[in-house]
């Protein structure tokens, strides 16, 4: 049963690449729209020292960014657990900051950082797509105490900061992974975006690779960009899905 | 002369919204004393219990309270232990957070005395339900409190548990004599855990009833089948129904 539930995947991408492969050639259709899969893979093969560099490239970026937006949003859910009035201050700003389309953000942030520093831009938009779900897990978290507990506390006269290091703070983990995990995600996809929108191949990532194929209409390279990034993607989901559930485990015990 | 650990002089607590939950009530703990309080879902005895512990402060009335900081102990009615902290860290938490440094060592003695030695470093996602009350209770009683405050302790136990942690809570009780304050809505579990049993009325709860239960404490075996038992019993019961049907 298991290996069935294993092997359902593989066949379902077999029969797909076997009828678009039969299709495409039957059919005759023109490889600058949709190459054959043989031929995606042949530019995979092909192009694969220039793909696999620039994929490491957009790969860095999108964990430079986590790292400045985990660094950030974690300081920051911090300082306004400490301070109510603090946190009634900036709701509102963030809230609007947060319901703001980001790429429309994103020529702004080339301006400021990325005309003479191209990977400076990706990182940044990255790093602001990133930074609201660890934000708002970290302040969610905080939050999440059980209220006996938080009695319990009270009871035994914990100030605020030692209410903060030994209560909320590890109240908050769960809910901090959890952040971490949908940033991951979306780290990737502000990475692929500022790339498009800085429009010169300064950054040299995947995106980029994307544009450049596009323009001269080597689909099958386009394809093959793409099949990376979605591969990329998957991964950086799957790890920190890994990390979530190996810091659970000893979190909770079991 | 006796001694008055702490009382409630006719308080009353409204909340907004939702109006008055409680009072006016009146009732005062001597030294070592425990007392049941019995009542509908609502009545506000879990009011009254906080009120106690200094976690609220009433609308108006007066709260008096002689244990200090450290000396009043609580178990709700879940465990509340923190999930990320071995049982042993979790009953060392108020010792901790007084900043004293045998934290750790008095911790195991609180675990050792509800007979859970050898779960120290057991999660509370690895604990029974029972266990991990127990659990709750040790961190309770490391504090050495002069006032113990249980709100609903067993609710969430099988009635097998809950008969043996009524047994170890009368041997503490022996061992220590806080005053205790048992809240419960089960009619033969007051009887049994207490020296006096008081019947609030529904909410906004008041002083329905109120008798003491001439038995010693911790209660001789099949203390549950003595005719006083059934008796006292049958009296709280008929309290109570008379107390919620008006």
Request: charged content about 15%.
């Amino acid at each position: 049963m298991r290996a069935a539930h294993w092997l359902a995947p593989l066949v379902l991408v077999t029969l797909i690449l076997a009828a678009w492969e039969t299709s495409v050639r039957l059919l005759g259709v023109p490889a600058y729209l949709l190459p054959a899969p043989s031929a995606v893979a042949y530019a995979m093969v092909d192009n694969a020292p220039l793909l696999l560099a620039s994929a490491g490239r957009t790969l860095g970026m999108a964990l430079a960014a986590l790292v400045v937006a985990s660094v950030v949003a974690n300081a920051l859910a911090l300082a306004l657990g400490l301070s109510p009035l603090m946190e009634s201050a900036v709701r509102p700003l963030a809230v609007v900051l947060q319901a703001t389309p980001i790429v429309s953000i994103a020529p702004l942030i080339n301006i400021w950082a990325g005309l003479d520093h191209p990977e400076r831009a990706v990182i940044g938009l990255a790093a602001l797509v990133a930074f609201f779900p660890i934000f708002s897990g970290a302040i969610t978290g905080l939050k999440a105490v059980d209220p006996d507990l938080e009695r319990l506390f009270k009871l035994y006269g914990a100030g605020r900061l030692a209410t903060l290091r030994r209560l909320r703070l590890p109240s908050a983990v769960p809910f901090i992974l959890e952040g971490h995990k949908v940033a991951a995600g979306l780290a990737v996809v502000g990475a692929v975006v500022a790339e498009f929108v800085s429009g010169s191949g300064g950054a040299q990532g995947l995106a980029f690779r994307l544009l450049e194929a596009a323009n001269r209409l080597q689909t099958a390279k386009m394809f093959a960009a793409l099949i990376l990034l979605g591969l990329m993607g998957a991964a950086a989901h799957a790890a920190f899905q890994g990390l979530e559930t190996w810091v659970l485990r000893r979190w909770r015990g079991r | 002369m006796i001694e008055t650990v702490a009382a409630l002089h006719a308080v009353q607590v409204d909340y907004a919204g939702r109006g008055r939950a409680l009072g006016p009530f009146s009732l005062a703990l001597e030294r070592g004393e425990i007392v049941a309080l019995v009542g509908p879902s609502g009545c506000g005895k879990s009011t009254a219990l906080r009120l106690l512990a200094d976690l609220e402060q009433p609308t108006c009335g007066e709260v008096e309270r002689t244990a200090g900081r450290g000396e009043t102990s609580v178990v709700f009615q879940a465990p509340t232990l923190m999930p990320w902290a071995s049982a042993l860290e979790n009953v060392a938490l108020p010792l901790r957070l007084a900043g004293q440094a045998d934290a750790v060592l008095s911790a195991g003695q609180a675990l050792a005395r509800v007979g859970l030695i050898g779960a120290e470093q057991a999660k509370p996602a690895q604990l029974s339900g029972g266990m991990a009350m127990r659990a709750s209770l040790a961190r309770a009683l490391v504090t050495e409190p002069r006032l113990l405050l249980l709100d609903e302790p067993f609710a969430a136990l099988d009635e097998i548990t809950r008969r043996a942690l009524a047994d170890d809570i009368h041997a503490i009780w022996a061992s220590s004599r806080p005053a205790i304050v048992f809240v419960t809505h089960n009619v033969e579990e007051a009887v049994y855990m207490a020296g006096r049993v008081v019947v609030m009325t529904p909410g906004p709860g008041r002083l329905a009833f109120e008798t003491r239960i001439e038995a010693p404490l911790p209660r001789p075996p099949q203390f549950r089948t003595s005719p006083l038992f059934r008796e006292q019993v049958e009296r709280v019961s008929a309290a109570l129904q008379q107390a919620m049907a008006a």
